[in-house]
């Protein structure tokens, strides 16, 4: 196949280009802009491949989307590309619009002038997160028919961008895919974000910042696992459905935060004590939400996907990943010093 991954250079983004490439022979042109969080080294593993090709591009740029895209000419469009940080968009939700609202939009556009010219072997997929569904209770489970409740501006942008890729399936009759994820982690992930940012702070012996009372609740997925289920879905998947992504695995923040901190004891040559107090309670987050989870009956029942990292397995392989990686790291420390954000409004 031929497939244009948007936001190929980040976290995810870049698993899933790795896997198209070297594991599933398809040939890929990755489309970035290359914002803070991602990077061209987040690429290494395909770097000069004859079926990797790259081109630095803001999805809002609709002329050069548009050239790149006739040019390559794809079966399908994976669409990751989006400002993803809770925080970040508490403090300037601007961009989170621009580019997860109004580039979907642009991208949106460009996939409808393109998809006639492949009939009907087009598929267009969109990947969102299980935060529009907003925050769970004590119990229950989001399904892909749960309401939207979206608590933040990050989640608020990315349910408005489902909502444009489901209208532009109804109105237009584009052959479209919607996934929602549960939380990711893995090797390449931007130190802003729970586990990597507990891994370097730990590193670095400094306090590990927990939010409120730690006690919030994620379902979490290996980006391996999640990669195979984007692929199963596009390869699978019926167009104008939603298929939910989970790892079946919840887990409290502060639990996350001590299974990282036991895992890290033997690369720091400190005690896993030593290690369990750097945790610092701090203040929450405005409007956090408390509880995720995904039921993911659907894409197990219909398309026979499962996730296979067990959470402590790939917590270890996660944690001895950034200690061999120090050097990434040490790269990202120049835009990102491990600062809190998001308190502008707390």
Not at 209 to 220: E, I
Request: aromatic letters at 10%; hydrophobic letters at 40%.
């Amino acid at each position: 196949m031929r497939i244009v991954v948007t936001g190929g250079a980040g976290f995810i983004g870049s698993a899933l280009v790795r896997h198209l490439v070297l594991e599933r022979g398809a040939q890929v042109c990755t489309i970035d802009k290359l914002t803070y969080s991602g990077g061209f080294d987040n690429l290494a593993g395909v770097a000069g491949h004859a079926s990797h090709h790259f081109h630095q591009i803001d999805i809002c740029d609709a002329p050069r989307l548009r050239s790149t895209i006739f040019d390559f000419a794809p079966d399908a469009i994976m669409h990751l590309a989006a400002e993803t940080h809770v925080d970040r968009s508490i403090d300037g939700p601007g961009a989170f619009i621009q580019t997860n609202v109004v580039g979907t939009y642009r991208l949106l556009e460009v996939a409808r002038e393109y998809a006639p010219s492949r009939g009907d072997a087009f598929r267009f997929l969109h990947v969102s997160t299980d935060e529009v569904y907003g925050s769970l209770g004590a119990t229950g489970h989001f399904t892909e028919g749960s309401p939207y409740a979206p608590n933040s501006p990050y989640s608020a942008s990315k349910a408005g961008s489902d909502h444009l890729v489901r209208a532009w399936f109804e109105t237009y009759r584009l052959p479209v895919l919607v996934t929602n994820c549960s939380n990711n982690y893995g090797p390449y992930q931007f130190p802003e974000k729970l586990i990597p940012l507990t891994i370097l702070k730990a590193f670095s012996d400094q306090p590990i910042p927990v939010y409120g009372d730690g006690l919030q609740v994620r379902d979490w997925l290996h980006v391996d696992d999640h990669v195979r289920g984007l692929v199963i879905v596009l390869e699978q998947g019926v167009p104008g459905r939603t298929y939910n992504i989970g790892g079946d695995c919840e887990r409290t923040n502060v639990v996350v935060v001590k299974t990282i901190l036991r895992a890290l004891a033997r690369h720091v040559g400190k005690s896993e004590q030593q290690l369990l107090d750097l945790i610092q309670f701090v203040s929450d987050r405005p409007g956090h939400d408390r509880r995720y989870a995904i039921d993911a009956t659907r894409i197990r029942d219909e398309l026979g996907w499962a996730p296979q990292t067990e959470f402590a397995e790939g917590i270890a392989d996660t944690v001895a990943w950034y200690a061999d990686n120090l050097t990434w790291c040490q790269r990202r420390s120049n835009v990102y010093g491990g600062q809190r954000l998001g308190q502008k409004f707390a």
